[in-house]
């Protein structure tokens, strides 16, 4: 049992019975001949192998071995955190809550950075975990969202027509998604061919674009720009901005000449699938719409997920 704790505790994931894997990092294999090296003075035997191959498993299914374990722990303390904050918001006034959720906080802080360094091919998990503390650590400090007043009313955007650029992408399209199923379920969308003016009046609402209503501010995206002034703050929507950022910026180096290379997992995969709708959508009215599915699903997901 020792040696299995110390297992888990540097990462490595069983592949057979008592078989267990860690990438070829020079760290991974220190950790590995220091534990045999245990082993075998507790009377024990061990043996270290390095291996170019792993017979019929591929280096895919490897990476996901590791990305299934790492992400099932950050699931378990993301659902400890999520039973803090709850009870934080059922005791607001208890002093005892928040001591408790103090603790937890500091705990969880040094789980998250473990967890990280054995994170050795991340999916994007680790990254929403971080978001969850910060929002709790905010909450203790006073500074929560949910606690900050929200500058935009939903009731004053219902049934405006949301106006933006052509050929939409990631921000747009999350955004709309944002509006349609957070502020106003019957929002309609105009896009606008290049040079057109832009339509004026209460019943518009204008985003993601050149003097906007809504657009990008400082370092924030559409997307959390909509959710910051609207006060939305869900599970879905905090795990959404992550993504929606990351592909923005991506996409921004690209028509800048450079390369997308540092993109989570999670969000590569998102931008995949939404390259795919790209290409075999007809209008933008037609990408919307699958965009729209897409999101609903992201969300359906991080919302059982996170909670």
Not at 117 to 144: C, E, T, W
Not at 286 to 302: G, I, K, P, Q, S
Request: proline fraction near 3%; include cysteine.
């Amino acid at each position: 049992m020792k040696v299995l704790r110390r297992l888990a505790a540097i990462g490595a994931v069983p592949l057979k019975n008592s078989l267990h894997l860690l990438p070829e990092r020079e760290s991974c294999r220190e950790q590995l001949f220091w534990l045999a090296q245990e082993v075998e003075a507790e009377g024990g035997e061990a043996v270290v192998l390095e291996c170019a191959g792993l017979g019929n498993v591929s280096e895919a299914e490897a990476r996901d071995l590791f990305r299934r374990n790492r992400d099932a722990d950050y699931a378990e303390l993301e659902g400890e955190a999520s039973i803090c904050s709850a009870r934080l918001s059922a005791q607001t006034d208890d002093e005892a809550a928040r001591r408790e959720a103090r603790a937890f906080l500091r705990k969880a802080e040094r789980r998250l950075s473990s967890l990280r360094d054995i994170d050795f091919f991340p999916s994007g998990r680790g990254d929403a975990l971080r978001l969850v503390l910060d929002d709790l650590a905010a909450r203790l400090d006073g500074n929560g969202p949910e606690l900050a007043q929200p500058s935009c009313r939903i009731s004053d955007f219902q049934g405006r027509t949301w106006v933006t650029r052509e050929h939409p992408y990631i921000d747009r399209l999350s955004s709309f998604w944002l509006v349609r199923r957070r502020i106003d379920a019957g929002a309609s969308i105009r896009f606008l061919a290049e040079g057109e003016a832009v339509p004026q009046g209460p019943e518009f609402a204008s985003f993601d674009m050149a003097h906007a209503d809504f657009t990008h501010r400082g370092e924030l995206v559409t997307f959390e720009v909509l959710a910051q002034d609207f006060g939305i703050r869900d599970v879905a929507v905090r795990r959404l901005m992550g993504i929606v950022k990351a592909i923005d910026l991506a996409d921004a180096l690209l028509e800048d000449g450079g390369e997308d290379g540092g993109l989570p997992a999670e969000a590569r995969a998102v931008k995949d699938v939404l390259d795919g709708l790209v290409k075999i959508s007809h209008s933008d009215a037609e990408l919307l719409e699958r965009a729209m599915l897409l999101f609903d699903a992201l969300a359906a997901t991080y919302n059982t997920t996170g909670e």
